[in-house]
């Protein structure tokens, strides 16, 4: 309904100006080094638990299990 009365491209505009009196000027770059950093997490999990790549995980290294002996 908003939506039909102002348009979208001015809800985006709305909605920065928003987050920018919410958060900050300051803030915004920490935040958004967050979101980042969560976004390559979830895709390097996403990665490593995909079942059409194989067991990727050995050959790369990465397994870091230690053994006792």
Known sequence: MLADLIGPDSLIVIAVVVVVLLF??????KLARGLGSASHEFKKG???GD???G???SSKGDDKTVQSN
């Open 46 to 48: 996403m990665e490593e």
């Open 55 to 57: 067991d990727s995980s």
């Open 24 to 29: 900050g000027g300051s803030r915004l770059p």
């Open 51 to 53: 079942p059409d790549k």
